[in-house]
């Protein structure tokens, strides 16, 4: 049985930590405990004070929870620990609380660490070993989030499924959960699978962004600007989502790779697949709006992205 491995990513300005984490509960709550195996508890990995472990418990609020592994904290001189935990699903809301009592974390708000799996960690790549099936609609997921010095948010959500339990409906409505939210203050990132170590996503233009399956852009565009593309959604005065096939997108798939090409000549002909260099920089994020009466006009004067 086939299994596609890929993590969607977001940015939201000039909201609350708390309200995306509350979001991020309900997210999980709503659309990934009935698709995914789901026991009475989650694998929390946190960054966390050392005086909070002791004989091999983790303590907080009164509450105890045996761990799994700790490590160290290789960015601030060995003071707080990494931290790997069962935690009830009832006690999901004391997760963000507990990653923020470490001192470090308030001194450097940017080392901020907070992911929490349906599974632990060993099992995670115990399944990405593609001997070792997945059972029907009993993928993996890992959710983290990180709260950046400018005040904006970043959240990912990481997925083990199954090519047959994942399909675009399904995407679209989980990118719409936290798009009807938080628009216009909100960018998706799309949707970035991950290959085996010897592939590595390339355009069809040198330096340029390569599509994936959900690929997003800071600009207005129609879908008829892009033929070639499955779908393209306009978000306004935030950007458009291109869809590029129904099913899930394998870069590894000729016929696939086929369409995307074809999609990356619209783009460029449009002046609209962005430059990066081999670390994906500058982030899509980080890009300007652009509507299409400004796009045009710049076209007319020979500007690109």
Same mark, same amino acid.
């Given at each position: 049985?086939?299994?596609?491995?890929?993590?969607?990513?977001?940015?939201?300005?000039?909201?609350?930590?708390?309200?995306?984490?509350?979001?991020?509960?309900?997210?999980?709550?709503?659309?990934?405990?009935?698709?995914?195996?789901?026991?009475?508890?989650?694998?929390?990995?946190?960054?966390?004070?050392?005086?909070?472990?002791?004989?091999?418990?983790?303590?907080?609020?009164?509450?105890?929870?045996?761990?799994?592994?700790?490590?160290?904290?290789?960015?601030?001189?060995?003071?707080?620990?990494?931290?790997?935990?069962?935690?009830?699903? +009832?006690?999901? +809301?004391?997760?963000?609380?507990?990653?923020?009592?470490?001192?470090?974390?308030?001194?450097?708000?940017?080392?901020?660490?907070?992911?929490?799996?349906?599974?632990?960690?060993?099992?995670?790549?115990?399944?990405?070993?593609?001997?070792?099936?997945?059972?029907?609609?009993?993928?993996?997921?890992?959710?983290?989030?990180?709260?950046? +010095?400018?005040?904006?948010?970043?959240?990912?959500?990481?997925?083990?499924?199954?090519?047959?339990?994942?399909?675009?409906?399904?995407?679209?409505?989980?990118?719409?959960?936290?798009?009807?939210?938080?628009?216009?203050?909100?960018?998706? %990132?799309?949707?970035?699978?991950?290959?085996?170590?010897?592939?590595?996503?390339?355009?069809?233009?040198?330096?340029?962004?390569?599509?994936?399956?959900?690929?997003?852009?800071?600009?207005?565009?129609?879908?008829?600007?892009?033929?070639?593309?499955?779908?393209?959604?306009?978000?306004?005065?935030?950007?458009?989502?291109?869809?590029?096939?129904? %099913?899930?997108?394998?870069?590894?798939?000729?016929?696939?790779?086929?369409?995307?090409? +074809?999609?990356?000549?619209?783009?460029?002909?449009?002046?609209?697949?962005?430059?990066?260099?081999?670390?994906?920089?500058?982030?899509?994020?980080?890009?300007?709006?652009?509507?299409?009466?400004?796009?045009?006009?710049?076209?007319?004067?020979?500007?690109?992205?």
């Amino acid at each position: 049985m086939k299994k596609i491995d890929f993590i969607m990513h977001f940015t939201v300005m000039q909201h609350s930590f708390d309200r995306v984490f509350k979001d991020m509960l309900a997210f999980q709550k709503e659309h990934l405990q009935e698709l995914f195996v789901c026991n009475d508890t989650v694998t929390v990995k946190l960054l966390t004070e050392r005086r909070n472990i002791k004989n091999g418990m983790v303590n907080f609020k009164d509450k105890s929870y045996p761990v799994i592994k700790t490590s160290k904290n290789y960015n601030c001189n060995y003071k707080d620990k990494y931290v790997e935990f069962p935690l009830p699903l +009832a006690d999901l +809301a004391l997760m963000k609380d507990f990653a923020l009592t470490s001192k470090e974390v308030r001194h450097m708000p940017e080392i901020f660490d907070l992911n929490w799996l349906n599974v632990p960690y060993k099992e995670w790549h115990k399944y990405e070993d593609k001997h070792r099936p997945i059972e029907k609609r009993h993928g993996l997921f890992k959710l983290d989030l990180l709260p950046r +010095a400018d005040g904006s948010v970043v959240f990912g959500h990481y997925f083990l499924m199954n090519e047959s339990d994942i399909n675009k409906t399904l995407i679209k409505e989980w990118i719409f959960f936290y798009l009807d939210k938080y628009l216009p203050h909100c960018r998706f %990132q799309g949707i970035n699978r991950f290959y085996p170590s010897r592939v590595r996503p390339f355009s069809l233009y040198k330096k340029r962004m390569a599509l994936e399956w959900f690929s997003f852009l800071p600009a207005e565009i129609l879908p008829e600007e892009v033929p070639s593309a499955n779908e393209v959604i306009y978000l306004p005065n935030c950007g458009s989502i291109i869809i590029s096939t129904e %099913q899930p997108y394998d870069f590894e798939n000729p016929e696939m790779r086929k369409v995307t090409a +074809a999609i990356e000549q619209e783009l460029h002909h449009l002046g609209l697949l962005p430059l990066v260099d081999h670390f994906g920089i500058p982030q899509i994020s980080d890009l300007p709006f652009i509507s299409r009466e400004q796009r045009l006009k710049n076209m007319s004067r020979g500007s690109r992205i």
